[in-house]
């Protein structure tokens, strides 16, 4: 989602800041995060001309995301290439802390290619991390996939795999059923913003506007479960949400403005600390 996108759910028709604003339910998550933390311009794609960039693309902004590095260290600079040991996910380095976790996405090649080593690791140790392609079911055998073995791709596939993964309620109800079985970490990947952006055009379109909206919605149902956990449980939960990339036309990967800014949304304020290098 581009960051120039945020005014859809954060402002009303009239331009106008609501106090907690979305055209369809009249209640932006966003914006709630906004009020008890706060949001923050960020980009992607590493620093220009070093040895640090990298394609503004879904798997090397996410794993920097989830490493804390670029892809000069974690080494996924394009969609292509797998993430090293060096540099664990969060979600990993807490699993191996005893904490229950779980990373979803409704795309293969995250969990194939990009994260597999992690996969291996993870069930070699056999710590408590899920990973889920809320939409894949468990095979009898190879088919059309880049996962290495049948063991690693079944090891990804999700105990009830999602008929709505495209349109992301897919998504929603496994973070949901996640914060309900009482994971400490939950992390998911909403992906039909930017399935609209390559359909129609990033920050332009109508049916970007809706995805945008329709998202914010999916993302206030995960919040609504957060704070009912935080009441019923007495409970501290960080709340974050965050985008991979921007992007221009319908495409993304270069080191435009529009496809390198980003932005984070918090339920804390940041403090200098968190912009330390």
Same mark, same amino acid.
Not at 23 to 46: E, F, N, P, R
Not at 126 to 154: G, H, V, W
Not at 212 to 240: F, P, T
């Given at each position: 989602? =581009?960051?120039?996108?945020?005014?859809?759910?954060?402002?009303?028709?009239?331009?106008?800041?609501?106090?907690?604003?979305?055209?369809?339910?009249?209640?932006?998550?966003?914006?709630?995060?906004?009020?008890?933390?706060?949001? &923050?311009?960020? $980009?992607?794609?590493?620093?220009?001309?070093?040895?640090?960039?990298?394609?503004?693309?879904?798997?090397?902004?996410?794993?920097?995301?989830?490493?804390?590095?670029?892809?000069?260290?974690?080494?996924?600079?394009?969609?292509?290439?797998?993430?090293?040991?060096?540099?664990?996910?969060?979600?990993?380095?807490?699993?191996?802390?005893?904490?229950?976790?779980?990373?979803?996405?409704?795309?293969?090649? $995250?969990?194939?290619?990009?994260?597999?080593?992690?996969?291996?690791?993870?069930?070699?140790?056999?710590?408590?991390?899920?990973?889920?392609?809320?939409?894949?079911?468990?095979?009898?055998?190879?088919?059309?996939?880049?996962?290495?073995?049948?063991?690693?791709?079944?090891?990804?596939?999700?105990?009830?795999?999602?008929?709505?993964?495209?349109?992301?309620?897919?998504? =929603?109800? &496994?973070?949901?059923?996640?914060?309900?079985?009482?994971?400490?970490?939950?992390?998911?990947?909403?992906?039909?913003?930017?399935?609209?952006?390559?359909?129609?055009?990033?920050?332009?379109?109508?049916?970007?506007?809706?995805?945008?909206?329709?998202?914010?919605?999916?993302?206030?149902?995960?919040?609504?479960?957060?704070?009912?956990?935080?009441?019923?449980?007495?409970?501290?939960?960080?709340?974050?949400?965050?985008?991979?990339?921007?992007?221009?036309?319908?495409?993304?990967?270069?080191?435009?403005?529009?496809? =390198?800014?980003?932005?984070?949304?918090?339920?804390?304020?940041?403090?200098?600390?968190?912009?330390?290098?």
């Amino acid at each position: 989602m =581009r960051a120039d996108a945020l005014p859809y759910v954060l402002q009303n028709e009239n331009n106008e800041e609501n106090t907690a604003y979305n055209s369809v339910t009249d209640v932006s998550a966003i914006k709630k995060l906004q009020q008890t933390g706060g949001i &923050y311009i960020a $980009y992607c794609g590493g620093e220009t001309a070093t040895e640090t960039e990298q394609t503004t693309s879904t798997s090397a902004s996410w794993t920097s995301h989830f490493t804390g590095v670029w892809g000069s260290k974690h080494g996924v600079k394009t969609d292509d290439d797998s993430k090293n040991m060096d540099y664990k996910t969060f979600m990993l380095e807490y699993a191996e802390k005893g904490l229950n976790t779980a990373l979803a996405f409704d795309w293969d090649q $995250y969990f194939d290619v990009n994260l597999k080593e992690e996969l291996k690791y993870v069930m070699e140790k056999d710590l408590p991390m899920q990973f889920c392609d809320i939409d894949r079911a468990k095979a009898d055998k190879l088919e059309k996939t880049s996962a290495e073995t049948l063991e690693l791709y079944n090891f990804a596939a999700a105990e009830t795999p999602s008929d709505s993964a495209p349109y992301d309620t897919g998504m =929603r109800d &496994y973070m949901l059923d996640r914060i309900a079985q009482g994971d400490d970490i939950v992390c998911g990947i909403f992906h039909n913003i930017d399935t609209a952006g390559h359909n129609y055009g990033f920050g332009v379109s109508t049916e970007y506007k809706a995805a945008v909206i329709n998202c914010d919605m999916y993302a206030n149902s995960v919040l609504n479960a957060i704070e009912q956990r935080e009441k019923n449980y007495k409970e501290e939960w960080l709340v974050v949400f965050a985008n991979d990339h921007g992007g221009l036309g319908k495409g993304h990967g270069n080191q435009t403005l529009e496809e =390198r800014t980003t932005w984070i949304a918090t339920n804390k304020i940041f403090d200098d600390k968190y912009y330390s290098i």
